[in-house]
């Protein structure tokens, strides 16, 4: 953020505030998380195994408002809609009330990252709220995930009911031992699938027939009420994080507009070039993976998540720098990114990951986060 540049409405802004005036749902739903647990940070759960990674979203979920994925990092990702990981993703998600995000980078022709978001294997948008695209292909990248989302959209919120109507006899048609105690030759049955009614008759031999049942099915398409999805787990399906609905059907999308890492190649045209695909999406662009807030015009009310988050170890004051990992990242603190840079929201992997304690280590972060967020907007 350019330190000759006046701070933007947003920078000074609660999250409560900006959620009442954002024109996007989920980004709506997620202002109002992040406000009522306390937390803008966002766990990148970069791990190997389908196992780990259902035990880190299910520990540290409650510290925590975005989970980021790498579906392709997953040795036994389990791919079924019902009962796949997805699935239990989605579930932890509701139970401790954070959204899913899956850090794919989309970065090809419009068709092709419109299948790699709708279909294969792994169905992205099924499970994940929120996804990302490299806008190295162009501005038609963004385009065809924004058109894709809304077929999505357009289909989701209505499932196939299934009526099965079956007909049976007469209650007093029989005896408990199948004779009838009547010595009428003819008794009203069920009606039959045309509406007609059947009847009950004695044969010459002084047998009753009779139509035992009859089943009829039908199926309709009727609206759904309830963002909870046909796909997802029956198991902890009544566990809702309380305080808060279900976030809404809508997806969402994150440019990838700046890097930290070391030598990247995003320059300011490219990044100019991200805020306006994002102006002109706002129906599906919830914001952008950056370093610092790209909201400039007063009508932008974007979402910024930051990677490249470490705190120094207990005790240590912060600095606003922390040595890189030798592999090219670049680190900073919470109270750079989200005080001085104006990030909303921090990502962070090994830092909470390789911690011995993890759950403790992400109260740890999201407390350092959440206090820079209240002295930023302390500031007017």
């Not at 019902?82 to 850090?103: C, N, S, V």
């Not at 001085?340 to 011995?356: E, M, N, W």
Request: glycine share 8%; proline share 4%; with cysteine.
């Amino acid at each position: 953020m350019s330190a000759d540049r006046p701070r933007h409405s947003t920078l000074k802004a609660s999250f409560a505030d900006r959620a009442a005036k954002v024109s996007h749902p989920l980004t709506n739903y997620l202002l109002r998380l992040m406000e009522l647990k306390k937390s803008n940070l966002c766990l990148s759960a970069d791990v190997t195994t389908a196992r780990e990674l259902i035990y880190l979203a299910d520990k540290i979920g409650p510290s925590i408002v975005v989970l980021k994925t790498h579906y392709d990092l997953i040795a036994g990702w389990d791919y079924n809609p019902q009962t796949g990981t997805g699935a239990k993703l989605a579930a932890l998600a509701r139970k401790h009330g954070f959204l899913i995000f899956e850090d794919r980078k989309f970065g090809d022709i419009g068709s092709t990252v419109q299948m790699q978001y709708t279909a294969g294997s792994a169905r992205i948008i099924d499970w994940a709220h929120i996804v990302n695209v490299n806008m190295v292909p162009g501005k038609a990248a963004v385009s065809a995930l924004a058109e894709a989302a809304a077929k999505w959209r357009s289909r989701v919120n209505y499932e196939v009911k299934t009526s099965v109507s079956v007909g049976t006899p007469v209650a007093d048609a029989f005896e408990e031992n199948g004779v009838s105690e009547s010595e009428d030759d003819d008794r009203l049955g069920p009606l039959d699938a045309n509406g007609t009614q059947n009847t009950y008759h004695r044969d010459a031999d002084g047998r009753k027939g009779s139509i035992v049942s009859i089943t009829t099915v039908t199926q309709s398409f009727e609206p759904v009420d309830s963002p909870r999805f046909a796909t997802t787990t029956e198991e902890g399906d009544e566990l809702v994080y309380a305080g808060i609905e279900e976030p809404p059907y809508d997806r969402g999308l994150l440019i990838l507009a700046q890097m930290s890492s070391k030598g990247n190649f995003m320059n300011a045209e490219y990044t100019q070039a991200c805020v306006e695909a994002a102006r002109e999406h706002k129906d599906f662009v919830m914001g952008f993976i950056s370093q610092e807030s790209l909201n400039s015009e007063a009508a932008d009310d974007f979402i910024h998540m930051t990677p490249g988050c470490q705190l120094p170890p207990e005790g240590e004051e912060e600095n606003g720098v922390v040595a890189g990992d030798g592999l090219g990242q670049q680190y900073n603190t919470p109270s750079k990114l989200v005080q001085i840079c104006g990030t909303d929201i921090i990502i962070v992997g090994r830092g909470i990951i390789k911690a011995a304690d993890p759950q403790s280590e992400a109260e740890r972060y999201r407390r350092r986060a959440w206090q820079s967020y209240q002295n930023r907007i302390a500031v007017k």
